[in-house]
């Protein structure tokens, strides 16, 4: 079992930054592959980014790119996202995930999740 905890969610104007950070225990020395996803209301849950154990050659969704960018530190298992130039549509509730294996963008390969930080952009 690994278990993920989300952190750094918060209110920010249009325009500004947080970093979302996901510490993970548990099973963590078997190399995992993290995502971070968010769930807007109304909306399905969505995938934001995706970095691999080796850190190279993260996914981005086409909404987020040149915005977002996912980082890891394998010796702090933690793992984090750096959100720039926030948007009010980027507003909604961010998970981290974890899986053993590639990266993929579908939610259901996902074993692991954390409980979810919000952030929320004002316009």
């Known amino acids: 079992q690994v278990q993920l905890v989300e952190s750094g969610g918060g209110l920010v104007q249009a325009g500004g930054s947080l970093r979302l950070s996901c510490a993970a225990s548990?099973?963590?020395?078997?190399?995992?592959?993290a995502g971070w996803f968010r769930q807007a209301p109304g909306k399905e849950r969505e995938v934001v980014a995706a970095i691999s154990w080796s850190g190279g050659r993260p996914y981005y969704a086409d909404s987020v790119k040149g915005r977002f960018t996912s980082s890891r530190d394998n010796a702090k298992n933690t793992v984090y996202l750096q959100m720039n130039s926030l948007k009010p549509e980027d507003t909604a509730v961010y998970y981290c995930?974890?899986?053993?294996?590639?990266?993929?963008?579908?939610?259901?390969?996902?074993?692991?999740w954390g409980q979810g930080t919000q952030v929320t952009v004002s316009s």
């Open positions: 548990g099973r963590t020395f078997r190399p995992y592959t």
């Open positions: 995930a974890a899986r053993v294996g590639p990266i993929t963008i579908a939610t259901g390969d996902y074993a692991y």
